[in-house]
């Protein structure tokens, strides 16, 4: 499964509601490449300051991390991912990495979200957390990857919907109603 939404829209928190109640695997891009640039690896260097300006990680990156982690073991039962693809290059590169290893993609959700809301969204998730705040997380920064989500994963949502895969569910709900929506979407 895929979720798709502007920054801020709840894909992650969703992700992890939905992949913790059925076992899934969440397989978040934004916390592999975080994690690449907290342990400062060749990959973090690398995206460290693509991330710090909102711009979108080279897809040869990205697709290799994810290829890697979905052929883990903990994804044997099933996988979410969030953030990922993110223009209609990675979704043609994701459809081809399913294909060569026989798993099929159920389902791609959009969350559909105000932008006028988006930064109090990550003001509130800055708030909530100041210890751990994400590089990513400032107003200036969420400006220019709502602008690159608008240029290039909204089209994302567009060659899903052409495959008969796309679902919409309002993300401007509280978190457990826009859960129990995606539950009625999914038929969960």
Same mark, same amino acid.
């Given at each position: 499964m895929v979720f798709l939404g502007l920054p801020g829209a709840g894909k992650g928190t969703q992700a992890q509601t939905l992949a913790r109640t059925h076992?899934? #695997?969440?397989? #978040?891009? /934004? *916390?592999?490449? $975080?994690?690449? !640039?907290?342990?400062? =690896?060749?990959? /973090?260097?690398?995206?460290?300051?693509? +991330?710090?300006?909102g711009d979108?990680?080279?897809?040869?990156?990205?697709i290799d991390i994810i290829g890697e982690h979905m052929s883990a073991p903990a994804c044997a039962k099933g996988f979410i991912l969030d953030g990922f693809p993110r223009n209609v290059a990675q979704a043609e590169a994701l459809d081809k990495m399913l294909e060569e290893k026989n798993i099929k993609l159920d389902a791609v959700l959009e969350l559909v979200v105000d932008t006028a809301i988006l930064g109090d969204r990550i003001n509130s998730r800055i708030a909530a957390q100041p210890? #751990?705040?994400r590089l990513d997380d400032t107003e200036?920064?969420? +400006?220019? $990857?709502?602008? !690159?989500?608008?240029?290039? =994963?909204a089209q !994302?949502? =567009?060659?899903?919907?052409?495959? /008969?895969?796309?679902? $919409?569910? *309002?993300? +401007?709900?509280?978190?457990? =109603? !826009?859960?129990?929506?995606?539950?009625?979407?999914? /038929?969960?």
């Open positions: 076992n899934l #695997s969440q397989l #978040s891009t /934004g *916390d592999m490449l $975080r994690a690449a !640039v907290a342990a400062d =690896t060749e990959i /973090g260097r690398q995206v460290k300051d693509i +991330m710090a300006q979108l990680v080279p897809d040869r990156l990205v210890n #751990s705040a200036t920064t969420l +400006m220019q $990857r709502v602008k !690159v989500y608008e240029e290039q =994963t !994302v949502a =567009t060659y899903y919907e052409a495959k /008969g895969l796309l679902k $919409r569910v *309002d993300g +401007m709900q509280d978190i457990d =109603t !826009v859960t129990q929506q995606i539950k009625a979407v999914l /038929g969960v």
